[in-house]
């Protein structure tokens, strides 16, 4: 059983790798269930719930994969850091202005030019179920770290 202490330690870990990596594969299943990745930007840290943010166009392809099968992995890497994460959970759209003022920032002009005006704009939030990682600290065994809800 995973302890209050003990989530928040791995959440702090998982942090710690993302540090400096804005963007990750974006990996869905499609329809006739073949995987579908695409780059997307992190739109914040990961939440002390262990939630990842992105911001996506609503009618996009990826939305209507999320809602068909919600299983997602998001890949990450700094080869010049020599570390690799690979998280796995489950995805699904939120529509929330609220939780979009918060988490927005002046990056994502580039792909949103209304910003937060833009009618089209989304929300995925990812619910991390596991992170594995790689790191040259770790002489490059796999390290897993597991996000199951404590009690």
């Known amino acids: 059983m995973t302890t209050a202490k003990n989530?928040?330690?791995?959440?702090?870990?998982?942090?710690?790798?993302?540090?400096?990596?804005?963007?990750?594969?974006?990996?869905?299943?499609?329809?006739?269930?073949?995987?579908?990745?695409?780059?997307?930007?992190?739109?914040?840290?990961?939440?002390?719930?262990?939630?990842?943010w992105f911001f996506i166009y609503a009618s996009s392809h990826k939305v209507k994969e999320v809602e068909h099968y919600q299983q997602v992995n998001v890949s990450f890497s700094s080869p010049d850091c020599e570390r690799y994460i690979s998280i796995s959970g489950t995805a699904q759209q939120i529509k929330d202005r609220d939780k979009m003022r918060e988490l927005w920032k002046p990056e994502l002009q580039t792909w949103f030019p209304k910003g937060l005006d833009e009618p089209d704009i989304t929300l995925l939030k990812v619910n991390i179920s596991k992170a594995d990682y790689w790191d040259s600290r770790a002489k490059f065994k796999p390290q897993t770290i597991s996000f199951m809800s404590y009690a």
Request: glycine share 8%.
């Open 7 to 52: 989530y928040d330690q791995q959440i702090h870990k998982l942090r710690e790798l993302l540090q400096g990596i804005d963007y990750g594969m974006f990996t869905t299943v499609d329809e006739d269930g073949s995987l579908h990745s695409c780059p997307m930007s992190i739109s914040s840290e990961i939440n002390s719930d262990g939630t990842l």
